[in-house]
């Protein structure tokens, strides 16, 4: 098995002394490397060329720690969530999950660590509107082959968590869009996943409702001991984040959380 490399002192960093590797407050208490970034880049071929999204990215993520990824629109944030998931593949670098590098992983491989290791929640709640919240909750534990009876009383468990107990007989179309989100948590964690993966999980929703869904995540996130990596273009959100990495022009670099 190759082994996770140490992290690239080289990548740009905000608020550190040269060439000394900014790692967060968990790293230096101890805690172990989760996923490791190196020398990570992804481009498309276009008509008019090569176009390359990002490149040279190598940073890490500890165990336990919440990770805000902010940037413009295009930065390449949602692209490179998508690889931390082994949902896309980088045109080259690695990204190490411990010692496990992911372009090693067969699609087979791939989905059942996405099932087993990820959970995932997006700007779109993407639930199916003809089921149940109790349904589209249990779905990836039915995809594992757990019983049904097993999973519905899982996926209950996880809408209380989420405060959405009474709900769970409602079709996906009669709730909220808030509620829907609340759904979409559920079923992100549900597997019991290490990391959780959020693309702007509070993008379409008002203000109020954006702090809710964010509130949620920050328990969840501690009570069930999760890595967390968030991708936001709140900026107010991302500074209650334990660190925050900014993509652009294709880097990224380390911010402190009073620098956005």
């Not at 190759?2 to 968990?26: C, K």
């Not at 998931?85 to 791939?110: C, E, K, M, N, Y």
């Not at 909750?137 to 009474?166: H, I, N, T, Y």
């Not at 549900?190 to 109020?208: H, I, K, M, Q």
């Amino acid at each position: 098995m190759e082994s996770a490399p140490a992290p690239d002192a080289s990548v740009q960093r905000t608020g550190s002394a040269p060439g000394m590797p900014a790692v967060s407050r968990l790293a230096q208490e101890g805690h172990p490397t989760l996923i490791t970034v190196r020398d990570l880049r992804k481009e498309y071929v276009t008509g008019r060329g090569r176009l390359v999204l990002f490149d040279g990215l190598s940073f890490t993520v500890t165990e336990g720690e919440m990770l805000a990824i902010v940037g413009q629109s295009g930065a390449g944030k949602s692209t490179l969530l998508h690889i931390l998931g082994a949902l896309d593949a980088p045109s080259a670098g690695d990204v190490f999950f411990t010692s496990i590098p992911l372009r090693t992983l067969d699609a087979r491989q791939a989905a059942t660590f996405r099932n087993r290791e990820v959970g995932y929640v997006w700007q779109f709640h993407y639930l199916l509107p003809e089921f149940t919240a109790q349904e589209n909750v249990a779905m990836p534990l039915l995809a594992r082959g757990v019983k049904k009876a097993e999973a519905f009383s899982s996926a209950e468990q996880w809408l209380g968590e989420v405060e959405l107990a009474d709900r769970i007989t409602h079709r996906a179309g009669e709730l909220s869009g808030g509620e829907q989100q609340r759904v979409s948590l559920a079923r992100a964690l549900v597997t019991r996943p290490r990391v959780l993966l959020a693309d702007e999980p509070t993008g379409d929703l008002d203000n109020d409702t954006a702090e809710k869904v964010f509130g949620l995540i920050e328990r969840l996130h501690a009570t069930h001991h999760l890595t967390s990596v968030i991708v936001t273009h709140n900026l107010t959100l991302a500074s209650r984040c334990t660190r925050i990495l900014r993509m652009q022009k294709g880097h990224v670099e380390e911010v402190s959380p009073l620098a956005v």
